[in-house]
């Protein structure tokens, strides 16, 4: 199966998490505790999300973590390389002189065009597409209108 990583997966929530409140700086315990992570698991991927310019992060009493740019300017290609490194499905995929197989392989071809179809999918996916959508609104009747009337 393929598949990225749990700590991939945890830190594409830790950053829809931050995405979902833009003008807030968030303690790494209020993100663990929204996203049901274990503290250190927060802070060891928010180590690695700022390292990738990808969450900006400010000490002190306030301090905190927010996204380092708008949830729309942020693709899910950057938070994979950010925890796993360049994308590519095969070491060849990524680059050339990594296999001694490379000149006699027939497969090599299909799966750079793999690799290519995978990368611009992760990099057309934007954070704010990984958000939940809002609800719709809900319309209320006052309870003094219901008074009286009859069901259908």
Not at 118 to 142: H, K
Request: aromatic share 4%.
């Amino acid at each position: 199966m393929f598949r990225v990583s749990r700590l991939t997966d945890y830190a594409t929530v830790v950053m829809t998490c931050i995405a979902a409140h833009p003008a807030s700086v968030l303690s790494t315990a209020q993100i663990a505790d929204e996203t049901h992570l274990e503290l250190p698991t927060v802070s060891k991927l928010l180590k690695s999300l700022g390292h990738a310019g990808l969450v900006d992060s400010f000490r002190g009493v306030n301090g905190g973590y927010r996204l380092a740019r708008p949830a729309e300017a942020i693709s899910l290609a950057e938070i994979v390389e950010a925890m796993e490194g360049p994308l590519g499905m095969t070491e060849c995929s990524v680059a050339e002189g990594q296999c001694e197989r490379e000149g006699l392989c027939n497969v090599r071809g299909s799966w750079r065009r793999i690799n290519s179809v995978l990368d611009g999918a992760l990099r057309t996916m934007s954070l704010a597409d990984m958000l939940p959508a809002p609800r719709p609104a809900v319309a209320t009747v006052p309870l003094t209108e219901l008074k009286g009337r009859t069901a259908p």
